[in-house]
C-alpha cells in the first residue's frame, strides 16, 4: 500500500498496475480469510512445559503429570493447565496484519512485549503479545517477521505474565459429593449433623438431620444436596504469601 492505493502485478508479465483503495482491501481481505487462523499449530497432548518469562512462573509435564518447576513446591491444577493447552491448540488470530513495523504494533524489543514458551515434542513456540493498544493486541511468533496477527483481549489475558496463583490447585478437599457420608456443623446454638442412613434404599430417606436429641429422617433432599456440592467443590478464593521465614 502507498498513498492509500494499493499496486499488483500479473505472474509472468512485465509491469504492475494500481489498484482502487477498495478493491485492494477487499483482494487483501479474501486472501487472509482463506488462511488458517489456527496458527501455532499445537497439539494439547504434545505440550510437556510452558514458561511465563515475565512472570518467572514455569510449568512442566512430568511422568505424574503437571506441576510446578518454577516456583518449586505449590499443589498445582491440572485443570486449569489442560483448558490453557487446549485454548493454545484451538486458538484461532482474528486477523493478519500485513505490515511488518514491529514498533507499530508494539512487538519491538524496545517495547517489551509478554512473551510466552511452549515446549511441544520437537519443537518451542515463543509467543510476542503487545499491551493493549487501543483495546487491541497483537502477537508473533519471535524472529518471524512475516506474521504479525490481531488477537482479542480474551486471549491475550491466558497469554500475557500469568501469576502461580493462575494455576494453583484451589480445591479444599479432595473428595466426591458422593463420597461424604457424615457432614457435623458447630454454631453457637449447638451442633448440626447430617448423616447418611446406611440402610436407605434409592426411594427412601437417603439422610437425617440430627439436632440435639431431635431428629428429622426426611430433610429436604434439594437442600441436602446443595450442601453437599458446596462442600465437596470449595475453593480458595485467593492465597495469602506466606511470611513465616
Excluded at 442412613?197 to 431428629?215: F, K, L, Y
Aim: net charge negative; glycine share 6%.
Amino acid at each position: 500500500e502507498e498513498n492509500q492505493h494499493f499496486y499488483a502485478s500479473l505472474t509472468g508479465a512485465d509491469g504492475a498496475f494500481k489498484l482502487t483503495k477498495y478493491t485492494g482491501a477487499s483482494l487483501l481481505k479474501k486472501l487472509n480469510e482463506l488462511r488458517n487462523k489456527q496458527v501455532l499449530n499445537l497439539n494439547s497432548s504434545h505440550v510437556t512445559a510452558i514458561r511465563y518469562p515475565d512472570s518467572g512462573v514455569s510449568l512442566k509435564k512430568g511422568e505424574k503429570g503437571w506441576e510446578f518447576e518454577e516456583p518449586e513446591g505449590l499443589d498445582i491444577s491440572e485443570r486449569a493447565v489442560e483448558n490453557l493447552t487446549r485454548d493454545l491448540e484451538s486458538w484461532r488470530v482474528t486477523d493478519f496484519i500485513t505490515d511488518d513495523e514491529l514498533k507499530k504494533y508494539g512487538l519491538s524489543k524496545q517495547d517489551k512485549p509478554n512473551t510466552l514458551e511452549v515446549d511441544a515434542k520437537d519443537r518451542t513456540v515463543v509467543l510476542e503479545v503487545s499491551q493493549e493498544l487501543d483495546k487491541v493486541h497483537y502477537a508473533r511468533i519471535a524472529d518471524d517477521g512475516d506474521s504479525i496477527w490481531k488477537i482479542t483481549g480474551f486471549m491475550a489475558k491466558k497469554l500475557i505474565a500469568k501469576k502461580a496463583d493462575d494455576f494453583r490447585n484451589r480445591q479444599i478437599f479432595v473428595f466426591e459429593r458422593d463420597d461424604i457420608h457424615k457432614v457435623s456443623l458447630g454454631h453457637k446454638s449447638g451442633e448440626v449433623t447430617l448423616q447418611k442412613n446406611p440402610e436407605a434404599t434409592e426411594t427412601g430417606a437417603q439422610w437425617s438431620v440430627i439436632r440435639g436429641e431431635d431428629t428429622n429422617d426426611s430433610p429436604n433432599t434439594s437442600t441436602v444436596n446443595k450442601l453437599l456440592t458446596t462442600l465437596a467443590n470449595l475453593q480458595v478464593k485467593s492465597f495469602k504469601e506466606d511470611k513465616s521465614e
